[in-house]
């Protein structure tokens, strides 16, 4: 029942998108957008009903629909660089893509988000390597937090790092959260080595100011704007 539930908001359109910019920390561009999946009709957040849905074998059918409505979405901002989707299940995703860029996607507007809850097997990883090679960059989320540590990083060749906001809020005055940042901030600008780096969670001006002195590329947040649906 509850899994007909959930078919019948994604086949009905229950569900919608909100997009959170992503901005250079230097001059507050908007250089990029976070695509997230909401439930309009329903009490339920996203942190309950994904796991909900993650559990009932149902992310392959969410891949599909956010894919689909991204690619649409897109076509009405051509002036978007590009937009990031979230990844917990690779079931059916190179299909999906390989669709929407058969009907004019570019594929480097497309960013894939791997997330915490996605396993990364050798499977896995060839996949994702197959993607990044056909031209969407990878984006590891929550960097800091659960598995998506170092171990992530040695296994999978990413373009950007995210540094997950329980170490970003507050940062300016806070030594130990300051330690963390610097320590991913230097694996990302490391010698031979150029990966953006990602602060998500910024909410003052003071916090943006520490993270663009430290070096962070880019930031996600409160102060440069909340997830929103897609206007015009």
Same mark, same amino acid.
């Given at each position: 029942?509850?899994?007909?539930? =959930?078919?019948?908001? !994604?086949?009905?359109?229950?569900? &919608?998108?909100? =997009?959170?910019?992503?901005?250079? !920390? ?9 695509? *997230? !999946? ?8 996203? &942190?309950?009903? !994904?796991?909900?849905?993650? @559990? ?26 590009? +937009? ?13 893509? &390989?669709? +929407? ?16 809850? *996605? ?17 969407? @960059? ?29 170490? +970003? ?27 953006? /780096? ?14 663009? $002195?430290?070096? /962070? ?13 897609? $206007?015009?």
């Amino acid at each position: 029942m509850l899994r007909q539930l =959930y078919l019948d908001a !994604l086949h009905g359109d229950g569900f &919608a998108l909100h =997009y959170q910019p992503i901005c250079n !920390l230097s001059t507050g561009r908007r250089v990029g957008w976070e695509a *997230l !999946l909401r439930w309009p009709g329903s009490q339920l957040g996203p &942190a309950e009903f !994904l796991p909900q849905m993650q @559990a009932l074998g149902l992310m392959p059918e969410v891949n599909r629909w956010v894919i689909n409505r991204v690619a649409k979405d897109l076509d009405r901002v051509p002036w978007w660089e590009w +937009v990031a989707i979230n990844i917990s299940d690779l079931a059916g995703l190179p299909e999906q893509i &390989a669709a +929407v860029a058969a009907a004019g996607l570019p594929r480097e507007r497309l960013r894939l988000e791997v997330v915490e809850s *996605l396993a990364l097997d050798g499977e896995a990883i060839a996949t994702l390597i197959q993607l990044r090679g056909e031209g969407h @960059a990878l984006e590891m989320d929550d960097f800091g937090t659960g598995w998506s540590g170092l171990d992530r990083l040695l296994a999978l060749p990413v373009d950007a790092l995210k540094v997950d906001l329980r170490f +970003v809020q507050g940062v300016a005055g806070d030594p130990l959260k300051q330690a963390i940042c610097r320590a991913a901030i230097s694996l990302c600008h490391g010698k031979d080595i150029r990966i953006e /780096c990602i602060a998500e969670g910024i909410e003052c001006a003071k916090d943006r100011g520490w993270l663009l $002195q430290a070096g /962070c590329d880019l930031g996600q947040g409160a102060l440069f704007g909340m997830p929103g649906p897609l $206007q015009g």
